[in-house]
């Protein structure tokens, strides 16, 4: 038996990472995926010296555990290379998430990339990496280990945000908004949100709560829809890391009421809200004896005391969803006072013009909010299986990503003439 | 924490003991396996069934494989932490034993 099996089977790995096609038609996937190539092969290295460093030493008893530990090792960045290489998500999903990271996030966002996994989670490389040697000594045998840890420091500066979504929904466009979820957990600790909860029961999914109430707060009734429909998958689902599955619903039900009392959002989204509510309660009402009743009061507790910070720091940063709403209504009237709604950079489109748009076939270049948030009526909710609906939202999205792409560099020309 | 760690640092126990067969003296391979602890690894065992299985954590159980595998890790700790007093051939012993039920993980969390 020998190390040279492992060091053969890395030699395979290294060659898939430098063998894998970039050629992606849009610049924030590509450069993610670029440094995300860079930093696994980083990580092979610091698996060769492993490697390397046991085989030097005298083991006649245990040389057999460490090649299947080595080869464990090896076949698992295999895999995470290959879930990030081969993810079958389409690429507009990164448009999504990327306009939520340029939002939030200090400029620029954050480079990140899209994953296949069994679950909806957010890591990074380097954490991932880091996981895997927590109080693993360096084999004694090499010499200057202290380049490994040079290596992960260089992994760790040049980190990538790692968000995964659910192997089963890479085809599904009306799961986009919960990988939203899963990019707000970075911005939530780069902008330390903690601090707005200082009042909120200490429980251990606190966070989790609170990043529902930020993107239902951001992103509209589109992301309640969007968690409501995932979580009855899992209905009795509890960990100490979340809150039950019919918590989450309550946030999101708790959201919607006050929507509704407002009376904040224009036509027709002010009457669509009720369809997703009704869903909504539906769903709570089969499945809320599965809560416990402190659960509910601690849920309602988070809810009163953050719901102030939370609307505050989504104005800062990129407009409540009822505001953004009206807001877009607004320039959509100015637009067309001005004229020249002919040309796509001067269009701003509202829910019923995309819904329009969806009849005629044709996608509309609306804002990502606009765009999910017209699939929301009871009607739409039945459409969310048409193949037809998921080619509309990717393509829209496309066409919002060029219009925006046109707009700015025509502003840019402007500029220097 | 990932099952590879916990995986590793077990590893690394045997990879200690066999070198303090040879040098009869400690190293740091054994103190890695020294920072394991019997709550950790039931967490990780569990989190691993429960998204393979997609289960709910709190229902999840450990299986007798992995239960023989934690006692068999508690009493290696034990003789590690004193193992200048320990013969040989019960040193050889642990490694055969807990080697063994490491064949027996491997063979039961397919992602392994």
């Excluded at chain 1, 039950?244 to 002010?270: D, G, H």
């Excluded at chain 1, 909504?280 to 910070?309: C, F, G, M, N, P």
């Excluded at chain 1, 796509?344 to 329009?356: A, K, P, R, Y």
């Excluded at chain 2, 990879?15 to 890695?32: A, I, Q, T």
Aim: glycine share 4%; net charge negative.
């Amino acid at each position: 038996m020998s190390f040279d099996v492992v060091l053969s089977a890395l030699g395979s790995v290294e060659n898939h990472i430098k063998g894998v096609s970039l050629d992606e038609p849009y610049g924030v996937k590509r450069e993610a995926l670029e440094r995300a190539r860079e930093l696994f092969l980083k990580w092979l290295d610091i698996y060769k010296t492993y490697t390397n460093g046991y085989r030097q030493e005298l083991l006649p008893r245990t040389q057999r555990h460490t090649i299947r530990m080595l080869s464990s090792f090896t076949n698992d960045l295999d895999n995470q290379v290959r879930a990030v290489f081969e993810a079958r998500v389409a690429s507009e999903a990164y448009l999504l998430v990327n306009n939520l990271f340029k939002s939030f996030s200090r400029t620029p966002g954050p480079s990140f990339i899209l994953v296949e996994h069994r679950e909806f989670k957010q890591t990074s490389i380097a954490t991932l990496l880091t996981d895997k040697l927590a109080n693993l000594t360096v084999p004694r045998p090499v010499i200057g280990s202290a380049n490994i840890g040079v290596t992960i420091t260089d992994i760790k500066n040049k980190d990538i945000v790692v968000i995964c979504y659910d192997e089963g929904q890479f085809d599904n466009v009306f799961s986009w908004p919960l990988l939203l979820h899963e990019a707000f957990h970075y911005v939530y600790e780069n902008e330390r949100l903690d601090r707005f909860a200082k009042d909120c029961p200490k429980v251990s999914w606190l966070e989790e709560a609170l990043i529902d109430m930020y993107i239902i707060n951001y992103f509209g009734p589109a992301y309640a829809l969007s968690l409501a429909t995932y979580l009855q998958r899992f209905p009795h689902e509890k960990t100490i890391s979340h809150p039950s599955f019919t918590s989450r619903i309550f946030i999101a039900l708790q959201y919607l009421k006050r929507m509704q009392e407002a009376k904040k959002l224009p036509l027709p989204v002010s009457n669509h809200i009720v369809d997703v509510f009704d869903y909504l309660k539906r769903v709570w009402d089969q499945h809320k004896e599965t809560d416990s009743l402190e659960v509910q009061e601690q849920v309602a507790k988070i809810y009163d005391s953050a719901e102030r910070s939370v609307q505050e720091m989504i104005s800062e940063k990129a407009m409540p969803f009822a505001e953004f709403l009206s807001q877009n209504e607004t320039k959509r009237q100015e637009a067309f006072k001005k004229g020249g709604f002919e040309f796509i950079e001067n269009q701003v489109l509202s829910v019923d013009d995309v819904t329009d748009y969806f009849r005629a076939g044709i996608p509309a270049a609306a804002d990502p909010r606009i765009i999910f948030n017209s699939f929301i009526s009871r009607q739409s909710q039945e459409m969310i299986n048409d193949p037809k609906a998921h080619i509309f939202v990717k393509e829209s999205l496309k066409k919002w990503h060029l219009k925006k792409a046109w707009t700015e560099a025509k502003d840019q020309v402007y500029k220097l003439i | 924490m990932s099952i590879q760690n916990i995986i590793g640092r077990v590893t690394h126990g045997l990879v200690g003991m066999d070198l303090f067969l040879n040098e009869r003296k400690s190293n740091d391979y054994l103190k890695d396996f020294l920072t394991l602890t019997e709550d950790e690894i039931k967490a990780v065992l569990l989190s691993s069934i429960s998204k393979k299985r997609l289960i709910p954590q709190g229902e999840a159980e450990l299986s007798e494989e992995e239960k023989s595998f934690i006692a068999s890790i508690g009493k290696t700790l034990e003789i590690i932490a004193r193992i200048d007093r320990i013969e040989s051939k019960e040193i050889e012993d642990c490694i055969n034993e807990l080697g063994n039920k490491m064949d027996t993980i491997y063979a039961a969390i397919p992602e392994m």
